[in-house]
């Protein structure tokens, strides 16, 4: 079940072109991968808690990986260690893990799940991280991932691993897909084997009641992306 929690902060620094944020919440919390949590703002003009996707969880801590987009990220990028932070979750679906070799491929900040899910699943897996540039990655954050899978890394530039979309290197072999990152990206993997994704939108009440996160899937069905989702079989969507 879902619940507030008035967590403290252990950790929030950079980490490449992202930051790596750890809550302890004082108590044991089962969550699942592509589970997400709402992180209220302390700010008088924000009135929308903002969703980050489980990172990483062990025992009382649950850590995420953010990119600063806007007013609420700059906050919480702000914030130091020992801050309290209300956080609301683990909130929405999650990825399957009945793969046993599974291609897990993340566009920028679309990564976060990712590590989590590598985490929980068996058998063989491997990474494939698009960025725009290579300095979005910082060397401590690849070697965690590499530690759990094999890992190619793509850039648009061409400045550190392979260049181009990370969409392009997408191997068919493997059983199936899980996928996070921007719309377009999600859009544009085209392959035979099934593809879980995680969408992004803006979430309001984070529990299914407001209906402010729907989505309409090619079947002209509505979903909800905080409550039906963030999970969903892509091929339903796209
Ligand atoms: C289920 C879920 C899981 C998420 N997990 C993560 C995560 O693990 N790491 C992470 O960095 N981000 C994640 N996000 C996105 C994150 O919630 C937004 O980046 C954040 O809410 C932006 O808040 P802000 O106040 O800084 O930006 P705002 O001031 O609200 O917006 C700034 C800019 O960012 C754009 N923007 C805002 N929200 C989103 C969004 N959801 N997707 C794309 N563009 C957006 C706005 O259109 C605007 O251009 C997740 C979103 C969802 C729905
Ligand atoms: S945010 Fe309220 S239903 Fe999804």
């Known amino acids: ?95 399957s893990l009945d793969s046993e070799r599974s291609l897990l491929v993340g566009g920028g900040s679309g990564m976060a799940p990712l590590y989590y899910l590598g985490k929980s699943l068996k058998g063989d897996i491997k990474f494939l991280l698009g960025a725009q540039t290579g300095s979005f990655w910082d060397r401590e954050l690849l070697l965690r991932y590499a530690e759990i899978g094999d890992l190619e890394i793509v850039t648009e530039d061409g400045s550190l691993g392979k260049r181009g979309l990370v969409t392009q290197y997408i191997d068919n072999s493997y059983k199936k897909i899980y996928a996070c990152g921007p719309i377009e990206m999600l859009k544009s993997i085209r392959v035979d084997i099934p593809v879980e994704g995680s969408l992004e939108t803006t979430i309001a009440c984070g529990f299914g009641a407001c209906r402010g996160c729907v989505i309409e899937t090619r079947g002209g069905e509505y979903r909800r992306v905080c409550k039906d989702g963030p999970v969903f079989n892509l091929k339903e969507i796209f």
């Open 1 to 95: 079940m879902p619940k507030i929690y008035n967590g403290e902060i252990v950790e929030n620094r950079p980490i490449g072109g992202l930051f790596l944020l750890t809550v302890s919440i004082g108590e044991m919390v089962s969550v699942e991968p592509g589970q997400f949590f709402l992180i209220r703002i302390d700010r008088e003009d924000i009135i929308l808690r903002r969703a980050f996707s489980i990172f990483d969880a062990d025992r009382d801590k649950l850590s995420f990986l953010y990119r600063v987009v806007g007013k609420g990220t700059r906050w919480l990028s702000e914030r130091e260690v020992g801050y309290k932070l209300n956080i609301f979750g683990p909130l929405g679906n999650s990825f």
